[in-house]
């Protein structure tokens, strides 16, 4: 079986899609420098720690790797504004590293985590893949920056001298765990809506609604949300078809359905059998009123299509994972 570098392996996402990559028979290593993520979600044995600035840490750990799963990356909205000098240093400058090793090594195919932030506050939802880029935060700047590099190095079939392919996954709001696996969400500040909704509803102090003047069905955000095991599978499906020999692709990774910051708080109550209290708040800087997938092209080229992310399934998984792991 294909041997894969995961890149942040020990993060919400990585930690979920390794477990997938690993009961489909793929050997895998990964390197993370555990600055956000946790050391138990990896086995050791696969674990090297290791920031991705460090070329030749990651030169020697790409050793007969076949294809990267590249996660590494800081991802609140909110830090990226008050530091940008850090996001740039390292989710591109991390990034640019990572290629530096593979061009090295001669490992030419990677998955990249990309984002619905690349889109900013879309023109007009679903959005399409080939919606303008319009980032409104430097995280959203970040990833927007890799994929133009992403694009280069296929065009000029640079790593290694030889064709260099990708696929971009743009993800929308990734939610819900993975109960075998004992893996979930588990952000320290925690911003995110629905471990903060669990939160609200166990300790009574209530969540704030960032915004209800929207224009939405009850004036609170429409986000896309895409349960973490959903995800992981377009992640394999992705590396199936770089290692099958497939071309270069960005695809959105959402359901095509959106619901409201309050429905999502109703679901939770019917979930959890508690009373989720809340306040009415401002809008929060660099919130888009609404966030919803044209999803068609990874179903129509990959043939992923979800199939845990009913609103429902994804809050009873989460709030499994919530109640065994509180923060
Ligand atoms: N929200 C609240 N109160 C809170 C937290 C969140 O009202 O305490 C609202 C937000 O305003 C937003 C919705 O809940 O409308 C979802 O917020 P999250 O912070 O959970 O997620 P975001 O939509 O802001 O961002 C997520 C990822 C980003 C990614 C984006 C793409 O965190 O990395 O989805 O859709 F870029």
């Not at 996402?13 to 990964?30: A, D, Q």
């Not at 819900?176 to 669990?198: K, M, Q, S, V, Y």
Request: net charge negative; aromatic share 8%.
């Amino acid at each position: 079986m294909p041997k894969i570098l995961v890149t942040g392996g020990a993060g919400y996402i990585g930690s979920i899609t390794i477990h997938h990559l690993m009961r489909r028979g793929f050997e895998v290593v990964v390197v993370d420098d555990l600055s956000r993520g946790h050391r138990e979600n990896v086995n050791p044995s696969q674990l090297t720690v290791a920031r991705l600035q460090d070329t030749d840490a990651v030169t020697k750990v790409l050793a007969g790797v076949d294809a990267v799963v590249h996660f590494a990356a800081y991802i609140a909205v909110g830090e990226s504004v008050r530091k940008p000098e850090l996001y740039f240093s390292n989710n591109v400058g991390g990034t640019v590293s990572l290629f530096e090793a593979m061009a090295r090594a001669g490992v030419n195919k990677l998955v990249f985590s990309s984002t619905a932030a690349v889109y900013g506050n879309p023109e007009r939802v679903p959005i399409p893949e080939d919606a303008r880029f319009d980032p409104v935060s430097p995280y959203g700047e970040s990833k927007a920056m890799v994929e133009k590099i992403l694009e280069s190095l296929d065009r000029n079939h640079s790593i290694a001298g030889s064709a260099f392919r990708y696929v971009a996954l743009r993800y929308f709001n990734a939610c819900g765990a993975e109960p075998d696996a004992g893996l979930g969400e588990r952000h320290e500040p925690e911003t995110h809506l629905i471990p903060l909704l669990f939160r609200a509803a166990v300790s009574g102090k209530p969540i704030q609604i960032f915004g209800s003047d929207y224009p939405t069905p009850d004036g609170t955000c429409t986000r896309d949300y895409i349960h973490v095991g959903d995800l992981a599978a377009a992640h394999v499906a992705a590396l199936d078809h770089l290692l099958a020999g497939g071309a270069s692709h960005c695809f959105n990774v959402g359901t095509g359905k959106g619901y409201t910051v309050m429905e999502v708080l109703r679901a939770t109550e019917q979930v959890t059998g508690l009373k989720v209290p809340f306040e009415m708040a401002l809008r929060r800087d660099g919130d888009a009123a609404e966030l919803v997938a044209d999803a068609a092209k990874l179903r129509s080229t990959l043939a992923w299509k979800p199939e845990r992310s009913d609103l429902h399934a994804i809050l009873t998984d989460a709030w499994n994972y919530f109640q065994k792991h509180p923060a």
